[in-house]
């Protein structure tokens, strides 16, 4: 079982849509959980944090966090083209390093 | 202000041969991380600096990988007698103290490819 999965996808949405991207890790002592954007050919950048189980809201994007399911997702809502990027979800483990232990990630398609 | 920056962006090795990757984090930045990425595979961690000190080097596939950062400010990851499967995308990212819940901020990697 790897650490941190994630569906490869392609997830394929309409433009305007709600984009729902999920991903489970197998840590119980994972603190922190980040989703990262990466455009091809490009390095990834940040999207969202979340450290507390809930909901976190940063305009068109919600991350959610269930630490007793072991379970990560991140919501975009109105779906845009330009959003079509791969989405790594990356968990900061028991490590007090920071070392980040990425799924391999989600292809995310929006179709205008 | 200046983000992480890699160099070389591209190189292309012979088997056999060794390169020095180079990475130049956000200025003040205690923590500096160094990933490897496959093709459609998420980063993978390599080594862990914090200021000068290489204080996780698990990731490190072989002995033939190196790293350095001998005044806690550049790194240097050293490939000695690169193989084929050692072709990649390598990621720096740096963070301003390091821990669990800092963001890391990536440079634009440098894709590796030994022929």
């Known amino acids: 079982q790897k650490e941190v999965e994630q569906n490869s996808g392609p997830l394929s949405v309409p433009e305007g849509a709600i984009a729902s991207l999920n991903c489970t890790y197998s840590d119980r002592g994972s603190q922190s959980f980040f989703w990262y954007r990466q455009y091809s050919g490009k390095s990834p950048e940040l999207i969202m944090f979340i450290y507390s189980n809930g909901d976190k809201e940063d305009g068109r994007f919600t991350a959610q966090l269930n630490k007793a399911s072991q379970y990560v997702s991140l919501l975009i809502r109105d779906s845009q083209p330009s959003d079509s990027a791969t989405y790594l979800c990356?968990?900061?483990?028991?490590?007090?390093?920071?070392?980040?232990?990425f799924g391999q990630g989600t292809t995310l398609q929006v179709k205008p | 202000g200046a983000g992480v920056s890699q160099s070389p962006r591209y190189k292309v090795a012979k088997r056999g041969q060794d390169v020095a990757l180079r990475c130049d984090p956000i200025?003040?930045?205690?923590?500096l991380f160094w990933y490897q990425q496959a093709l459609g595979q998420g980063p993978e961690f390599l080594t862990y600096f914090q200021n000068e000190a290489q204080l996780d080097k698990s990731g490190l596939p072989s002995d033939r990988f190196f790293a350095e950062r001998p005044e806690g400010s550049v790194s240097t990851l050293k490939i000695q007698r690169t193989q084929q499967e050692d072709s990649a995308v390598y990621l720096c990212?740096?963070?301003?103290?390091?821990?669990?819940?800092?963001?890391?901020?990536f440079g634009p990697g440098t894709r590796l490819l030994v022929l």
């Open positions: 990212a740096s963070s301003p103290r390091g821990g669990r819940a800092e963001t890391q901020y």
């Open positions: 200025s003040g930045h205690v923590s």
């Open positions: 990356a968990v900061s483990g028991s490590s007090n390093t920071g070392k980040l232990i």
